[in-house]
């Protein structure tokens, strides 16, 4: 069983930044696959970072590449979404979600919601203009 706890979200202006945290607990094998994904309201939920926890790098989608950026702490077992010059359509319900280890899982090819058996509670970000 995997447990994940998010926390960081807040309200911030546009061009500001946050940092999402994604406190992880349970067998390691169970979260080799991370990912970030995000629900606006109205909208459906949106994968935007995959990352495998072999590889020091994440992929992203197109809408967030160069301004997100998520790493791992193995020592706390936390995971973070970094997110510098927020725009006002980043505003949404942020989650981060966690699986067995699956074919192309490091990339947001197949990023896909069906695919994360894990999912933390979600925190809110809204970014005014």
Do not use: H
């Amino acid at each position: 069983q995997v447990q994940l706890v998010e926390s960081g979200g807040g309200s911030v202006q546009a061009g500001g930044s946050l940092r999402l945290s994604c406190a992880v607990s349970g067998s390691t094998e169970s979260y080799a696959c991370m990912a970030w994904f995000r629900q606006g309201r109205g909208k459906e939920r949106e994968g935007i970072a995959a990352k495998y926890t072999g590889f020091s790098r994440a992929d992203y989608v197109d809408s967030v590449k160069g301004r997100f950026t998520v790493t791992q702490d193995n020592a706390k077992n936390t995971l973070y979404l970094q997110m510098n010059n927020l725009k006002p359509e980043d505003t949404a319900t942020y989650y981060c979600a966690a699986a067995e280890l699956f074919t192309g899982c490091a990339t947001v090819a197949v990023l896909t919601a069906d695919r994360y058996p894990y999912w933390g509670q979600g925190t809110q970000v809204t970014v005014s203009s």
